[in-house]
C-alpha cells in the first residue's frame, strides 16, 4: 500500500486534499477531503485516475464552495447526517449569492454516514465528532497493508482529518478526542486558530443579557450555523438563570434550526416573516444572517431598529465582516470564531502522538511555522500542489528535505511520545451524535453570568428550615448591635425624606422614574418608566437619587 497527499487549492485556503491510496496490484483510490475555493479535479487527477469519494467536515461555504463542480465518476459524498442535512439547505441558498455551479449532481450525491464504509476492499472511512460546528465531523480513513500484515500485525493504518475543529463541544455535538481504539498514525490538521474564542463568547452572551434584560429590542448578526450554536448556548444560559428569555430565529438560521431538529428552552423559529415588527419585541432577541446587514433577515431586522437609540445591534463576526455604522441603536462587532487556541493544537497532536502531520488551512509563512513546531512527528508545511508520499510497504516516510540524522531523532522522539501517552482505553469510536449541552464545557463562564444575572425574590411564604432559626438566633450584644445600626438607619432615612420634601417644595421640578438603557462607553440613554411633562427637543436636568438593578 502507498498513501500520498496533494494540496487541493494551497492557495486559496488550503483546506482541501486530495489523498491517493495505491494497492500493490495497482489499484488505486482517489479520496478528496473538502472541497473549497478553486478546487478543480480536472487538473489534479491524472488520466487514468477516479474519483473514490468526497469527504466533507461540515457546512461552511469555504470548505464546499467547489462541490457541485467536482462531482464526478459517481463518486459520493460522506458527511455526518447532520451536516448532510446543513448541505440539503444550504446549497440552494448558497447558490443565490455565489456562483456554486449546479447544485443538483452534489445533492443527488450527498450520502450521509455514521459507522465504517468501505471505499475499496482495504479502505474505509468512519466520520467521528470535532465541535466547531454543529454536525461537524471530521475522518478517521483506515487502510489494510496486506503486505505487510502476519501473524502478530494486521497491517493496519489510520489517518485522521481533523477538518475545521475545537476539543470544545458545539450546540451539544462532542469536540474532537485524541482517544481512539488504535493509533493515529497520520493526521492532515486544520491550524486554524482563535485564541480569544471564549472570552469574545461571554463577551457577546453578557452583552446580549444585560440588554435584553433591560428591556431592549436585541438583532444578532451572524452566519446561520453560528446563529444556531449561539441561540442554543442563550437558550440554555436563560435556563440556567431560571429567568426568561424569548429568542427568535428567523431566515435560514431558523430553517437550519428545524432541519436539525434541535427544540431548546425559550427559542421560536420564523423562517419566513411578512411584518418585521413582530420579530421585535422589547426584551426579545431576534437571530438572523448574515453578519454583514446588506442582505437577507438581517438587511431587514438592522433597518427596521436603526433609528432606535434604546435598541442593540450585535454582529458575531465569523468572517471579515465589516462593523456597522451611522446607526442610531447601539452596535456592538464582535468577532466569534469557533477554533481551538494554539495551545489546544499542540496539546492535540501530543496526545495523538502520530507519526505524521499534514499542515491544513493555512498559507505561506504560518506553513513554514507550523512546520517547525512538532519535533516528535514529520511535519509536513508544504506550499505546493505536489504529490507527496506518507507511507509505502509498511514505513511511515520521512519528508525528503529532512537529512537521515534528523529523521533518526524524530523517529526516537516519537516512540518516546508514544510510551509517555497516557494510556485510556476505549472499545469504541466516538459518534457525532447530539449529547446534553454543557454551557462551561461550550465555553461560558456560567458562575460569572449566575452573579450578574440570576434574580427572584425569596418566598415571603416559605417555612422557615432548621438552618434558617438557627441563623435567626442572636446573642444580646447582637440586638444590641443591630438596634444601634436601626437607629443610625432611622436618621438617614429621615434626613433623606427631608431632602425629598425639600426638592417637592421647588417650583418647576418633577421627580420621576428612569431605566438606564446603555453603560459608560459612549452615549447613555434613559427611558422615563413614569410620564413626564416635556416635548422633544427639551433640555432637562437629571439628578441620579439611587440605582436599582434591573430584574
Not at 481533523?162 to 450546540?171: E, H, L, M, Q
Not at 455604522?325 to 456592538?332: D, I, L
Not at 506550499?383 to 529532512?402: F, S
Not at 469504541?428 to 452573579?451: F, H, K, N, Y
Amino acid at each position: 500500500m502507498r498513501v500520498s497527499y496533494q494540496h487541493a487549492n494551497v492557495r486559496s485556503g488550503n483546506e482541501s486534499t486530495l489523498l491517493r491510496f495505491t494497492t500493490r496490484d495497482g489499484t488505486r483510490a482517489c479520496v478528496l477531503v473538502d472541497c473549497g475555493a478553486d478546487v478543480d479535479l480536472d487538473s489534479l487527477l491524472g488520466d487514468d485516475e477516479y474519483l473514490n469519494a468526497i469527504l466533507l467536515t461540515h457546512g461552511h461555504i469555504d470548505h464546499y464552495r467547489t462541490l457541485a463542480r467536482n462531482v464526478r465518476h459517481n463518486a459520493p459524498i460522506y458527511a455526518s447526517p447532520a451536516t448532510a442535512t446543513v448541505l440539503e439547505h444550504a446549497l440552494p441558498e448558497a447558490r443565490k449569492d455565489n456562483d456554486i455551479g449546479d447544485t443538483s449532481s452534489a445533492l443527488d450525491a450527498l450520502e450521509p454516514i455514521e459507522d465504517w464504509t468501505s471505499i475499496l476492499h482495504d479502505l474505509e472511512v468512519r466520520p467521528v465528532p470535532v465541535g466547531h460546528t454543529p454536525g461537524g465531523a471530521g475522518f478517521v480513513i483506515r487502510f489494510r497493508d496486506a503486505a505487510v500484515a502476519d501473524d502478530l500485525l494486521n497491517g493496519e493504518g489510520h489517518l485522521l482529518a481533523t477538518g475545521d475543529f475545537t476539543r470544545r463541544p458545539c450546540a451539544g455535538y462532542p469536540g474532537l478526542t485524541t482517544t481512539y481504539p488504535f493509533d493515529i498514525d497520520a493526521v492532515l490538521l486544520n491550524v486554524s486558530t482563535a485564541d480569544a474564542c471564549p472570552a469574545a463568547l461571554d463577551e457577546s452572551v453578557r452583552t446580549v443579557l444585560e440588554r435584553a434584560y433591560a428591556g431592549a429590542r436585541v438583532v444578532v448578526a451572524t452566519s446561520s450555523l453560528t446563529g444556531v450554536h449561539y441561540a442554543t448556548l442563550l437558550g440554555h444560559a436563560a435556563a440556567a438563570l431560571d429567568r426568561d428569555l424569548p429568542i427568535t430565529l428567523v431566515g435560514q438560521t431558523a430553517k437550519l434550526y428545524d432541519a436539525l431538529g434541535l427544540d431548546e428552552p425559550g427559542i421560536e423559529t420564523r423562517g419566513v416573516f411578512d411584518r418585521t415588527a413582530e420579530m421585535l419585541e422589547e426584551g426579545r432577541v431576534t437571530i438572523a444572517g448574515p453578519e454583514t446587514p446588506t442582505r437577507g433577515s438581517a438587511s431587514r431586522l438592522f433597518d427596521a431598529v436603526a433609528d432606535d437609540p434604546a435598541a442593540v445591534f450585535v454582529q458575531l463576526a465569523t468572517d471579515d465582516a465589516a462593523a456597522v455604522s451611522g446607526a442610531r441603536c447601539t452596535t456592538h462587532c464582535i468577532e466569534l470564531r469557533n477554533h481551538p487556541s494554539i495551545e489546544t493544537i499542540d496539546d492535540t497532536v501530543r496526545e495523538l502522538a502520530p507519526t505524521q502531520v499534514v499542515i491544513k488551512h493555512a498559507m505561506g509563512e504560518t506553513l513554514n511555522r507550523f512546520q517547525r513546531r512538532f519535533d516528535r512527528c514529520f511535519t509536513w508545511g508544504t506550499n505546493d500542489q505536489e504529490i507527496h508520499r506518507l507511507y509505502e510497504d509498511g514505513e511511515w516516510l520521512a519528508p525528503d528535505w529532512i537529512a537521515e540524522s534528523t529523521a533518526t531523532q524524530i523517529r526516537t522522539r516519537q516512540w518516546e511520545a508514544m510510551g509517555n501517552r497516557a494510556f485510556d482505553a476505549v472499545e469504541t469510536v466516538p459518534a457525532v451524535r447530539r449529547e446534553s449541552v454543557d454551557l462551561e464545557a461550550e465555553g461560558l463562564d456560567l458562575e460569572a453570568l449566575e452573579t450578574a444575572f440570576a434574580g427572584g425574590s425569596p418566598d415571603p411564604y416559605a417555612m422557615p428550615t432548621a438552618a434558617d432559626e438557627s441563623t435567626a438566633t442572636e446573642t444580646a450584644t447582637d440586638a444590641e448591635e443591630r438596634d444601634a445600626g436601626d437607629q443610625s438607619l432611622e436618621a438617614e432615612l429621615l434626613d433623606r425624606l427631608a431632602a425629598i420634601e425639600a426638592k417637592l417644595e421647588q417650583p418647576d421640578e418633577e421627580t420621576v422614574r428612569a431605566r438606564v438603557l446603555s453603560d459608560g462607553d459612549g452615549e447613555q440613554f434613559l427611558r422615563l418608566v413614569d410620564r413626564a411633562d416635556v416635548d422633544a427637543g427639551d433640555t432637562v436636568e437629571i439628578t441620579i437619587s439611587s440605582r436599582t438593578p434591573s430584574q
